[in-house]
């Protein structure tokens, strides 16, 4: 009777530490890798609108286990990357590294000296060249038109992850400025993303679902022309808000600290509803003025920059900056 007590005490331990071991399975989430239903929360969706801009398309470094095939030795971002091969085509920088293609990107294809004679770049084929050699996926960090692409259609999505949360997130205070904070917020990041899109490559893709993508290439003034529509979803958003606490703490919560503003004219270093809108303008100016040539822009175009934009900031106490 002894042994058979034994037993059953036995059975009942292995049964207690089980259901203790299973328990501790049920529920949990890794912090280090949060799923989409973190944005269920005000604090999880604030967190991803201020890291879905930054640490997604922007940063350096901390991306590189997300796109591991741009991580070539120097980092990644399109701040670290991506602005530096502007920087150095322009000779602003000089780098002296090979890595995500400087040695070519950077590198004029010939020099003349003060002699008057030529000197041949002595890596490979000239610029030209080389960059379109290497405009073929299969060439990963190397390729050097892969990385902005990356980025810019990272950003997207992850402005369009960030539209299909914001009404469904509950939130403390002012809802209904903070969701259209957060809006506003979303479209002046499609908007930059399809602007860099279509201003450095001849099609893009037009997708407007979070973590999903298509095959329906369009051309670069057809994505441009998204960019302008969620500019204006942008500033449609912006005309309905005014400064108050919920405009100022939200924006102070998803703007980066380095990045808010000191300067007088701002509101509490962050831009007013009106300052948005100004900066907007400016951008779908620059659209037109950056995707053609002088000879080319019509009379319609100029006006479009000075009598449609212009005005609208000038209306404001403004100027418009190209």
């Not at 996926?137 to 259609?153: D, I, K, P, V």
Request: charged residues 15%; glycine residues 8%; aromatic residues 10%.
């Amino acid at each position: 009777m002894k042994r058979i007590n034994n037993k059953i005490i036995v059975i009942w331990i292995l049964m207690g530490v089980g259901l203790f071991i299973q328990s501790c399975h049920i529920g949990v989430t890794d912090p280090n890798q949060p799923t989409t239903d973190v944005l269920n929360s005000a604090v999880g969706i604030l967190a991803f609108a201020k890291g879905g801009p930054y640490n997604g398309a922007f940063s350096s470094g901390t991306s590189a286990s997300y796109y591991p095939t741009l991580d070539d030795a120097l980092g990644e971002g399109e701040l670290s990357i991506v602005q530096a091969f502007y920087e150095s085509m322009g000779d602003l920088i000089f780098c002296p590294y090979g890595n995500s293609d400087f040695k070519f990107l950077d590198n004029p294809t010939s020099w003349v000296l003060d002699d008057g004679s030529t000197v041949l770049n002595p890596i490979g084929q000239g610029q030209p060249h080389e960059i379109k050699l290497r405009n073929d996926r299969a060439y990963g960090a190397t390729n050097s038109m892969l990385h902005e692409w990356t980025y810019m259609y990272v950003l997207n999505n992850n402005a369009n992850q960030l539209l299909a949360d914001i009404d469904g997130t509950t939130f403390t205070g002012d809802q209904t400025t903070i969701k259209a904070v957060l809006k506003a917020w979303a479209y002046w990041w499609k908007g930059y993303a399809y602007s860099k899109i279509g201003s450095l490559y001849i099609a893009g893709v037009i997708d407007d679902m979070p973590n999903q993508t298509n095959g329906n290439y369009v051309t670069n003034a057809a994505i441009l022309t998204e960019a302008t529509k969620n500019f204006n979803a942008a500033i449609t958003v912006l005309q309905t808000l005014s400064v108050n606490d919920a405009y100022t703490n939200t924006l102070q919560t998803i703007i980066p600290g380095t990045s808010l503003s000191g300067s007088a004219y701002m509101n509490a270093g962050v831009p007013t509803p009106t300052e948005w809108i100004h900066s907007i303008n400016t951008m779908m100016a620059r659209n037109i003025v950056a995707n053609s040539r002088v000879a080319d822009l019509q009379a319609s175009d100029w006006n479009k920059c000075f009598n449609t934009y212009q005005r609208r900031i000038e209306a404001e106490g403004s100027s418009l900056c190209c």
